[in-house]
């Protein structure tokens, strides 16, 4: 059993719930803590870590240019700022990108482009649709756009001006626009990460392209967790053939260096204007660095389609071992972004990878997250499947399986509907 570490970090603010190892070094896909046990890494540093640990490539090129250049200001022209946004036009097929440190700051920025995209045509009170179980991070406008309560609670009132719609519900969209016109942009996760893994489905994202070009709104796909090459496109929304106007970037961008962008097309790009937005630390040398050289060995190594079938393999293996277990109620997602959905709260499972040298997550309280560095090889992909289910399997015998739903009540308008577009703020 994994003993708490001594020092309990008693001056760190307790933020978190921790797991009770720290980790010293890694290398791949695997890393050791202070006691010198390894870890398969499942994790990525929470869909992060893109080339694994201590990539011998990353590693040269961040050396090269911390010995060079770490931080400048945007009082200066930074070179390698055009460089990654060139090549994160080239990607996506867009024009411009706005540079800072995080996936919230991204959709921060995401969001005020679509403030002011009404306010350039008039509309002073402009709304942004978003939807249920949506995640978009912890600042006070993404934590409003986020869906769920608990992250809400406490931090009342919050930013108002979201209208929420079910996920692939393309008619609660269409009903939404009619009903609130002041709405200027429609934002959603490509593939929802922390909401449980749900993906945007193909049709209801072209779709949302479709009555974004009739209505004159803006389409942003939040790309921070399935974007840069997790799911074997550069980004998720390709599989869909569409292209956004808005979308943010953050987590595999930099590989483990702290890194957001704001892509966008034409109909975007010259929104905000010198004075609008901007950041200190926001494309600095060594983020851009990271970036550029993180784009480049995905390149010359081919990890989309190293992702997209070490990926296939994963779920395979995933539906072999788990699908017809009691318990486990769906296994999803695309490339190396995978969930298994099981029917309890199965949070105390982390605990139990640990200690089988396993690093997992679960979001949405049942659903295990597998979001592994994209240089995961077929044999590790195998290794994680064969130390996570024999867990899962236990994990289900030793707890209840929840009681059996009560029967729905008649009336139409029980907090079970979701067809009615709802006000994200009270
Ligand atoms: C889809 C999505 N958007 C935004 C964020 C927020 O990113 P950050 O934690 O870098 O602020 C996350 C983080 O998990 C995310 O998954």
Redesign the pocket.
């Known amino acids: 059993m994994i003993q708490p570490a001594p020092n309990d970090q008693p001056h760190v603010m307790k933020t978190y719930g921790r797991l009770p190892i720290a980790l010293t070094h890694g290398q791949g896909c695997r890393a050791w803590d202070t006691e010198g046990r390894e870890y398969l890494d499942a994790l990525g540093g929470?869909?992060v870590n893109t080339l694994g640990h201590a990539h011998p490539r990353l590693v040269a090129a961040l050396q090269d240019q911390v010995a060079k250049l770490i931080h400048t200001s945007n009082y200066v022209h930074i070179p390698l700022q055009q460089e990654l946004a060139a090549r994160l036009c080239e990607l996506s097929g867009m024009s411009n990108a706005f540079f800072c440190n995080?996936?919230?700051?991204?959709?921060e920025a995401a969001l005020k482009i679509a403030r002011k995209f009404g306010h350039d045509r008039g509309n002073t009170e402009p709304e942004i649709m978003v939807f249920e179980r949506a995640?978009?991070?912890?600042s006070l406008a993404?934590l409003s756009a986020t869906a769920n309560p608990k992250i809400h609670a406490g931090f009342g009132p919050l930013v108002g001006g979201f209208v929420r719609v079910p996920l692939n519900d393309l008619a609660a969209v269409e009903k939404a626009l009619h009903e609130h016109p002041r709405i200027t942009a429609i934002f959603l996760?490509t593939i929802?990460?922390?909401g449980g893994v749900n993906p945007a489905r193909v049709e209801f994202l072209q779709g949302l392209r479709e009555l974004c070009d009739r209505h004159d709104k803006l389409l942003m796909l939040?790309e921070?967790?399935?974007g840069i090459g997790r799911t074997g496109k550069w980004f998720a929304h390709q599989w869909a053939g569409v292209v956004p106007d808005v979308m943010?970037l953050?987590?595999g961008l930099g590989s483990g260096v702290p890194i957001?962008a704001v892509v966008c097309g034409p109909r975007a790009a010259t929104v905000l204007q010198p004075g609008n937005h901007g950041t200190t630390f926001g494309g600095n040398p060594l983020a851009m660095r990271a970036g550029v050289e993180t784009l480049r060995i995905m390149t010359e190594d081919g990890l989309l389609a190293h992702a997209e079938s070490v990926g296939a393999q994963m779920k395979a293996e995933l539906e072999r071992e788990l699908g017809a277990v009691p318990g486990v109620k769906d296994i999803r997602g695309q490339g190396l972004m995978l969930g298994v959905e099981l029917d309890r709260p199965c949070g105390a499972l982390l605990a139990h990878a640990c200690e089988a040298g396993l690093l997992i997550s679960v979001t949405a309280d049942s659903v295990i997250r597998l979001v592994p560095p994209l240089v995961m090889t077929h044999e590790e992909a195998h290794e994680v499947v064969a130390r996570l289910a024999p867990l899962v399997r236990a994990f289900l015998q030793a707890t209840d399986a929840p009681p059996a739903a009560a029967p729905a009540p008649s009336s139409a308008h029980t907090s079970a509907d979701t067809s009615a577009p709802a006000k994200a703020t009270a």
């Open positions: 929470i869909a995080s996936g919230l700051e991204a959709n995640f978009h991070g912890r993404t996760e929802q990460g922390e939040d921070v967790q399935c943010p953050a987590k957001g």
